[in-house]
């Protein structure tokens, strides 16, 4: 009896959610659809990087950075200490550019990150009047920045940040993504960030667009100096501020090729997960357990039920299937990694419980060539 509440209270659940996904996305905004604003219309931006080994990725960005259709903009990069050759890398473009701005971060202050502290260098050396934080591996179709500030304008923001279009290969990438990215965008409501009632905030890293006295107002990143998450976490200051914000597709105009393999998904978003629940063990398992119960058990129940809670089972994993398999579609995979669903979970949750483990065990996390103490971390958790 109490498997069946279980599994019905399981099945509603995957129904209403199915149901919100597939009527707040079509809410959202995409930036294709937007009327591009004439030249004299359109502020100055100031497009900021910070960049740490980033040399494999990094020309490809600054390439597309570089010659975006945009009639007043600079872009600020920061080399945070890098070991490889990113600085080199963006001297080089510099040489051949007036709008590159180039700075290096030869000592990491105490009390810092290395992502925030480069961002905050990057701003303390921009003019524009709009700010876009974006990552060293993000590729720019050529009218991203005026379709975006065009929408921002056109819907009077003061933030906007925007879901790219990631670069999938192979079976465990896009198992483990498309989980990931079906459960990050359910989780965080992106179509109700807009909604001045709603606590749903959103910060894509690949890319956040902001009015510059709006990231005054919420005190720059020093206000995330010590902040893992440090992207998600301004959208959530600017949704404290009581700021206009606004999460919208950019579709092809955004491309991301993130980590390659599982080998470097699982490495790549070690310091991640426990960053999300704020460094604490009991939030942390509560997650992970609502997560193998939402997305696993109703498959792992099908052999062993029958009646109503087979029937409930069946509905819960349907559903799964249905919409991981319009995702794996969306984003150029076949309907049948829908089926991927509940592995992909477990995968998800090995990985949680991996950065939870290898942060405690250490009493820490390593990030970008720095160690961080985990107190430090909690008490710097926004």
Known sequence: MAMTVL????ASAWVMLAAQLAAGM??????SSVTPAADAGLPSVSVLVSAR????KLPAAMRSLLELEYPTYEVV???????????EILREFAAGCKRLRVVR???LPEGWLGKPHGLETAYEHSTGEWLVFTDADVRYERKALRLAVSL???RGLDHLT???EMEI???WERTVLNFFGLTGIMAARPWEVGNPASRAYAGVGAFQLLRRSAYERIGTHRRLAMEVVDDMKLGWLVKQAGLKSCTGLAEDLLRIRWHAGIGNIIRGTEKNFFATAKFRTGIALAQYTAILLLNVLPFVALPFVRGWALGWAATAAGIMVMVSGAVAMRTGGSVVYGLTHPLGALVVVYMALRSMAKTLWQRGIYWRGTFYPLEALRRGAV
């Open 7 to 10: 599994l019905g209270a399981l």
């Open 152 to 154: 921002a304008l056109e």
């Open 77 to 87: 990069a920061v080399d945070d200490r890098s070991r490889d050759s990113t600085y």
């Open 162 to 164: 925007l879901i790219p």
């Open 169 to 171: 290969r192979g079976f």
């Open 26 to 31: 079509r809410r959202l905004p995409r930036v």
């Open 53 to 56: 080994d980033e040399a494999e």
């Open 105 to 107: 971060v030869e000592e």
